[in-house]
């Protein structure tokens, strides 16, 4: 089949390169003159592992190709995807300026029959706007398609070739059968293709999401009142979590989420509530909760230096909102920097991937290190902020040698508390036993 995808970022490439491994010929279109050029020289523009071999080897094969020309992108195109951004307004509504602009050139240049797919997250009713807009300039028919992504960074490529299930919403027997055709490769194990009409896809997207924040931000309560009662969180996450209502994912407590998807689409879930006069209690008290759990540690910083933090040097590990990808959107490790600094302390940090992006924000106000030992160097103490693999195996001993005051803030419960026992280290977690070295 013939492809377009409008819009290159982090669903868009994911999108178009995945595929274009099942056989498509797929012509992405974005308006970044530089990352399109940059992208037909063969150098990939984000970080998801796995992507980046496929990537090379269709644009080798030459069934991914990128423009900057909207009119040539769609040329012969059978489907058309939006996968442009929606970011949320100062109001917390989802920005739609993007796809609505898209919508409105469609129409213009549409010259044959085509599905036009929502790829973006939008609040209920887009379907119906960017039918409008693209019907107002059309000479010809189409139809319009809301098909939510369900990636996670870090695993995306694996989400995408082999998902969980495909949500598609259209009212069009026509359209329903060329989507039935696109996914066919990727749901020959018996994973569902789920079609319904187009406003219950657009708020599928929203309600999954917004549920599993909601078990986070639960999971990170449960934690802090097992702080103030001396319960384990990790012995409560397991009794929960082998209840098979319940489900053992999203029970790990920490400092909050972050993202490009969960903040946003929580918010814009109550906004969307809030303009048809309805008052999402719970999803409130998630944003307030997770709001509140990203800085946590930092009170237990300024409990444990009585003192104050003036002047004290922090290490940080971790600056990516989650491990496998160099994402800071929302980043915990950020409004922990913030804190950090605003209270006179000095930051060093450590990350695998999202250092470049962080340096865009700070420059020379923190140090950054490509080895995470490095950064232990002249710190005070360690505060860990993303669940990287590489930070769970440590060397104790040489951390405890190399930070002045032996402290680890672990924002993420990396290490067994068994381990950490005996090792002379003052070790915080986020719903557990304090262990004092």
């Not at 060329?178 to 020959?188: D, I, K």
């Not at 917004?210 to 996450?237: H, P, Q, W, Y």
């Not at 989650?322 to 409004?335: F, G, M, N, S, V």
């Not at 032996?406 to 005996?422: E, P, Q």
Request: proline share 4%.
């Amino acid at each position: 089949m013939k492809i377009a995808v409008i819009g290159t970022g982090y669903v868009g490439l994911v999108t178009g390169t995945c595929f274009s491994e099942t056989g498509n010929y797929v012509t992405c279109v974005d308006i970044d003159q530089k990352k399109v050029e940059r992208l037909v020289a063969g150098q990939i523009t984000i970080y998801e592992p796995g992507l980046e071999v496929m990537f090379e080897r269709n644009l080798r094969q030459q069934r991914l190709k990128f423009t900057t020309d909207l009119k040539a992108g769609i040329q012969d195109a059978e489907i058309i995807f939006l996968a442009l951004p929606t970011p949320p307004g100062e109001d917390g509504s989802a920005d739609l300026r993007y796809v609505l602009n898209v919508a409105d050139e469609l129409g213009k240049i549409l010259t044959h029959y085509a599905v036009v797919v929502d790829k973006s997250t939008v609040p209920v009713g887009t379907a119906d706007k960017v039918r409008e807009r693209i019907a107002k300039n059309a000479k010809v028919e189409f139809d319009v398609v809301s098909n939510p992504e369900f990636l996670r960074e870090g695993v995306a490529v694996e989400d995408f070739m082999k998902p969980d299930r495909v949500v598609v919403g259209t009212s069009s027997d026509r359209a329903r059968k060329v989507m039935e055709n696109l996914y066919a490769p990727f749901v020959r194990q018996g994973n569902p293709i789920v079609f319904m009409d187009e406003r219950s896809a657009e708020l599928t997207k929203y309600a999954a999401n917004s549920f599993l924040a909601t078990k986070i931000s639960f999971m990170n309560e449960i934690a802090n009142l097992c702080e103030l009662v001396g319960a384990d969180v990790d012995a409560v996450r397991k009794g929960i979590g082998t209840d098979s209502r319940i489900g053992k994912r999203f029970l790990f407590p920490g400092i909050g989420y972050g993202g490009s998807c969960f903040p946003k689409d929580v918010q814009a879930l109550v906004k969307s509530s809030d303009e048809v006069n309805y008052d999402f209690r719970i999803l409130k008290a998630v944003m307030d909760v997770n709001t509140d759990q990203k800085t946590r540690l930092i009170q237990t910083i300024h409990q444990h230096y009585a003192g104050g933090v003036k002047g004290k040097t922090f290490a940080i590990w971790g600056l990516s909102f989650k491990p496998h990808t160099d994402d800071i959107r929302e980043a915990p490790a950020l409004y922990n920097i913030d804190a950090l600094l605003q209270a006179g302390a000095n930051v060093q940090v450590h990350d695998p991937e999202a250092m470049e992006h962080v340096k865009r924000i700070y420059g020379t106000r923190i140090k950054f290190f490509d080895d995470p030992y490095q950064t232990l160097a002249g710190a005070d103490a360690l505060f860990i902020a993303t669940e990287w693999p590489e930070f769970r195996s440590v060397d104790f001993s040489r951390l405890k040698t190399t930070l002045k005051d032996s402290v680890i803030f672990d924002g993420r419960n990396l290490y067994d508390l068994a381990t950490i026992k005996g090792q002379g280290i003052t070790y915080y977690s986020i719903g557990r036993e304090v262990i004092h070295g």
